[in-house]
């Protein structure tokens, strides 16, 4: 498993360990240790493949316990992959196909040129942790318990959480997560009347910040690759955040 890879599976076990005994119940949530690599998944929304999904597997020696734990949660699933490795090829003659393709980044910490916009930029911290949460919940189109369990990332070790703020009202969101010298930022979210004005450029430069201040030597993000050449808002945001594309993961699922 590469650098990028460790760190977002850092940043989802870790999400998955935030949630509060109710959230996890709620969402029947779990997660499948594979010694190094792991699986994770969302009973409550079975065909959600960003919460059902394999991360870090080198070869196919676990494929048939993955299939038999996420048959037995009923579950469909994709596995994360770099191209060219040699668990992609066991997929494929397996029957598996790519149903998603997403591009991973890096950068290092050094600051990159400011955004304007004219929204306020600011870290949440417990005081605004149920807005932020509310804000996200909003934008995945997902109704409650999702909001509690953003809102847990507000207050969390190794997390850093941040809004933009029109007035008072919290309009976009953002979050990073720090371990081991790396960052990760994702979760990122505007709501749909204030797009446009440069919320997630912002955040994400107030995540770079965090992270340099965290001790972080390297960020890591991801988002889905460009389609028929075509570069979508995310994927251009990144860029000009001054992230580098590194290369492309590849999502297999198992035949129907």
Same mark, same amino acid.
């Given at each position: 498993?590469?650098?990028?890879?460790?760190i977002?599976?850092?940043? !989802?076990l870790?999400? #998955?360990?935030? &949630? /509060? +005994?109710?959230?996890a119940?709620?969402f029947? $949530?779990?997660?499948?240790?594979?010694?190094g690599?792991?699986?994770?998944?969302?009973g409550?929304h079975?065909?959600l493949l960003?919460?059902?999904?394999?991360?870090g597997?080198?070869?196919?020696?676990?494929?048939p316990?993955?299939?038999?734990?996420?048959g037995?949660?009923?579950?469909?699933f994709?596995?994360?992959?770099?191209?060219?490795?040699d668990?992609?090829?066991?997929?494929?003659?397996?029957?598996?196909?790519?149903?998603?393709?997403?591009?991973k980044?890096?950068r290092?910490v050094?600051q990159?040129?400011?955004?304007?916009?004219?929204?306020?930029?600011e870290?949440?911290d417990?005081?605004?942790?149920?807005?932020?949460?509310?804000? !996200?919940?909003?934008v #995945?189109?997902? &109704? /409650? +318990?999702?909001?509690?369990?953003?809102?847990? $990332?507000?207050?969390?070790?190794?997390?850093?959480?941040?809004?933009?703020?029109?007035?008072?009202?919290?309009?976009?969101?953002?979050?990073?997560?720090?371990?081991?010298?790396f960052?990760?930022?994702?979760t990122?979210?505007t709501?749909?009347?204030?797009r446009?004005?440069?919320?997630?450029?912002?955040?994400l430069?107030?995540?770079?910040?965090a992270?340099?201040?965290?001790?972080?030597?390297?960020?890591?993000?991801?988002?889905?690759?460009?389609?028929?050449?075509a570069?979508?808002?995310?994927?251009?945001?990144?860029l000009?955040?001054?992230?580098?594309e590194?290369?492309?993961q590849?999502?297999?699922?198992?035949?129907?």
């Open positions: 498993m590469d650098d990028l890879e460790r977002e599976l850092s940043a !989802v870790d999400f #998955f360990a935030a &949630a /509060s +005994p109710d959230v119940d709620a029947e $949530l779990a997660v499948l240790d594979l010694g690599a792991a699986a994770f998944s969302i409550a079975p065909k960003l919460f059902n999904r394999v991360l597997m080198q070869d196919e020696t676990e494929v316990k993955l299939e038999e734990w996420f037995s949660r009923r579950c469909t994709a596995v994360s992959v770099r191209p060219g490795a668990l992609e090829r066991a997929l494929v003659a397996r029957g598996y196909r790519q149903e998603r393709a997403f591009m980044f890096r290092g050094e990159s040129r400011e955004r304007e916009t004219s929204l306020r930029i870290r949440v417990r005081q605004r942790a149920e807005d932020y949460g509310t804000v !996200v919940a909003t #995945f189109g997902m &109704a /409650s +318990p999702l909001d509690r369990w953003f809102a847990a $990332l507000c207050t969390r070790v190794g997390w850093a959480c941040f809004g933009a703020f029109d007035g008072d009202r919290l309009v976009g969101t953002g979050a990073a997560h720090f371990a081991g010298g960052g990760w930022v994702g990122a979210g709501l749909p009347d204030a446009g004005r440069g919320a997630q450029s912002a955040l430069a107030a995540r770079i910040r992270a340099a201040d965290a001790g972080a030597r390297v960020l890591a993000t991801e988002t889905v690759d460009r389609v028929d050449g570069a979508g808002p995310s994927f251009r945001n990144v000009r955040a001054g992230f580098e590194a290369y492309i590849r999502w297999w699922i198992p035949p129907a």
